[in-house]
């Protein structure tokens, strides 16, 4: 029965990372991987979440199952960070989610058994986003995210919410967006918050990327905007990035609603899906995340490695902003995006040309992951740059 199973595509990302590890040349540059690397190349655990696991393992008593919901002390204690301190309590409700992916599958499996059929969204996103709704059985309507010049593309989203009614949901990156790092500004979430109102159109928010983009306050006003205006709206959330924790799958799905019965009904849904998915979520990040955010030095600890992070790259995007024009590529826009990547426009031979020549990895797309780049490093990728297209 097996052989009948059909081929899959093979991972670019883990082909990629294989192609990297195999490259004996010494200065080869990985901008590929998602994660976030420090000017020496390093990905270090952070030291507030060092001192949390510590603590953790002192004093836990128990690996006991913890039930579909996971945490709930962890999900509480996020809820203040991401909705804002004044956020009405009563509207919201999480539960755990192994990373931001699961929290994104839980949001659309929630939204599915709502009605929602049709789900609109931004490309270039997220590759899983697209993958996640196809497996869900819902149809994908798309627009373009970005404009040409690097910056978001309001009329485009304009447009697409104009067709769109009930049984539809808009997918929507909080902040630091991914693959481009173009965020909408808070005056366009001024205009996109009553866009939304009225229309019968669910809200999907997916914030993956909070404190790594102007901070954890700037970082959710976009969420914050929509949800002061919107009687409903699902959430999926990630501490993947900005507690440092990716191995750990450390997430968190809300349901946001003024009507305390379908609030109810959604966590109900929301743990029937995860019973079915993967039962019980991993605790450990989880429960560290919690002690961090339980202890106010070592909140004043995590908050301050997130501030380095942050102004790490922003030094980067800085360096490449004031290259300008590369041949034919405006590096400037790179300077007002925001996050762990951006798109190049750059072809597939000129990709592969940056790899056989330079040795220099990068998704196919384009998509740079900035914390690849040093002070060592930034100058021959840009003459890197400067080859390929000349």
Same mark, same amino acid.
């Not at 049709?118 to 709704?133: K, Y």
């Not at 919410?161 to 790092?181: F, I, K, Q, Y």
């Given at each position: 029965m097996l052989e009948a199973l059909g081929a899959q595509p093979a991972d670019a990302l883990l082909g990629l990372i294989k192609l990297y590890n195999a490259d004996p040349r010494p200065g080869k540059i990985d901008l590929g991987v998602g994660v976030y690397r420090t000017a020496t190349g390093a990905t270090p655990v952070f030291k507030a979440i060092k001192a949390a696991e510590a603590r953790l393992i002192a004093v836990q008593d128990s690996k006991s199952y913890l039930g579909p919901e996971g945490d709930m002390g962890f999900v509480r204690a996020l809820i203040p960070y991401v909705f804002g301190a004044g956020f009405d309590a009563s509207r919201v409700e999480g539960m755990q989610a192994p990373g931001g992916t699961g929290a994104v599958r839980? =949001?659309?499996?929630?939204?599915?058994? %709502? &009605? !929602?059929?049709?789900?609109?969204?931004?490309?270039? *996103?997220?590759?899983? $986003? %697209?993958?996640?709704? =196809? %497996?869900a059985g819902l149809e994908l309507v798309t627009f373009r995210h970005g404009t040409a010049e690097g910056t978001a593309d309001l009329d485009a989203l304009k447009a697409a919410?104009?067709? %769109? &009614?009930? +049984? /539809? =949901? !808009?997918?929507? $990156? +909080?902040?630091?967006?991914?693959? *481009? +790092? !173009? /965020?909408?500004?808070?005056a366009q979430w001024d205009e996109i918050a009553p866009m939304l109102v009225g229309r019968a159109v669910l809200p999907l928010i997916d914030l993956a990327y909070q404190g790594l983009g102007a901070g954890m306050e700037a970082d959710a006003y976009g969420l914050r905007t929509v949800l002061a205006a919107v009687p409903e709206a699902l959430v999926a959330y990630s501490c993947d990035k900005n507690f440092g924790l990716y191995r750990d799958r450390v997430g968190a799905f809300y349901a946001v609603t003024g009507d305390a019965d379908a609030l109810s009904r959604a966590m109900a849904n929301g743990a029937a899906i995860a019973r079915a998915s993967w039962s019980m979520p991993p605790d450990h990040g989880a429960a560290a995340v919690r002690l961090v955010l339980d202890d106010a030095e070592l909140t004043k600890e995590w908050l301050a490695e997130l501030d380095d992070m942050r102004g790490r790259m922003r030094e980067v995007r800085d360096r490449l902003a004031a290259a300008q024009q590369v041949g034919p590529i405006a590096m400037a826009p790179l300077g007002i995006q925001n996050g762990l990547f951006s798109m190049l426009p750059l072809s597939g031979e000129q990709i592969q040309a940056l790899r056989a020549d330079h040795a220099i990895y990068m998704a196919g797309s384009g998509r740079i992951n900035i914390a690849g780049l040093t002070s060592t490093n930034i100058e021959p990728f840009i003459e890197a740059l400067r080859a390929v297209t000349a």
């Open positions: 839980l =949001a659309i499996e929630v939204a599915k058994r %709502a &009605g !929602v059929r049709r789900v609109i969204m931004g490309t270039p *996103s997220w590759p899983n $986003h %697209a993958q996640i709704i =196809a %497996a919410l104009a067709e %769109a &009614g009930p +049984g /539809d =949901a !808009v997918l929507l $990156h +909080g902040c630091c967006h991914n693959p *481009s +790092g !173009v /965020d909408y500004t808070p």
